[in-house]
């Protein structure tokens, strides 16, 4: 697709160029958010999911088979970029505190259980976070998480449940469940 599009000439500021659709953007959007990029970032790392995209394609290489999960993929190994390079603990309660106060006491409790859970999340392994967002948040099935990751479907399964038990451990330990 991204190819036919170079061959007849249009270059790469025309209409509709864009190799990600809507869907896809809201997705990396949500992947980097839930990676701990924060709001002001986000725009720049969609960016450069395109920009990948679009030197993939320049490249001569194929469109990815799933440009969704590819994406995804890509958003989330950007974010752990970004988590190894900022104290993400300290961005997590700007985010957090961004959203405002619940008015009723159900959103308190959303708000006590997000903040648990991202929490939990950091307390995690880069691979074992990785995994969770892409599986859970960005609903990758565990072949498309193996397959773009490059490791076997046991190793994405492995990491979701040590992941998913040390989630729930925290979330007891902490009484917010």
């Known amino acids: 697709m991204l190819r036919g599009r170079t061959r007849r000439g249009r270059g790469p500021g025309a209409v509709g160029d864009d190799p990600l659709d809507a869907a896809q953007e809201r997705r990396v959007r949500a992947v980097l958010a839930l990676g701990g990029v924060p709001q002001a970032d986000l725009p720049d790392g969609v960016q450069q999911v395109r920009l990948r995209l679009l030197e993939r394609a320049a490249s001569g290489r194929e469109a990815p088979r799933d440009v969704s999960a590819w994406a995804a993929v890509v958003a989330s190994n950007l974010a752990m970029d970004w988590h190894r390079a900022k104290r993400r603990q300290e961005r997590l309660g700007e985010r957090l505190a961004a959203l405002g ?41 565990v072949r498309s998480i193996a397959e773009q990751l490059g490791v076997p479907e046991g190793t994405v399964k492995s990491r979701l449940h040590t992941a998913v038990r040390a989630l729930r451990a925290r979330l007891h330990e902490d009484e917010v469940v």
């Open 101 to 141: 106060p619940a008015e009723t006491p159900s959103g308190e409790e959303t708000s006590v259980l997000s903040l648990a859970v991202a929490r939990g999340l950091d307390a995690l392994p880069d691979a074992q976070r990785q995994v969770v967002v892409l599986r859970f948040y960005a609903d990758l099935p």
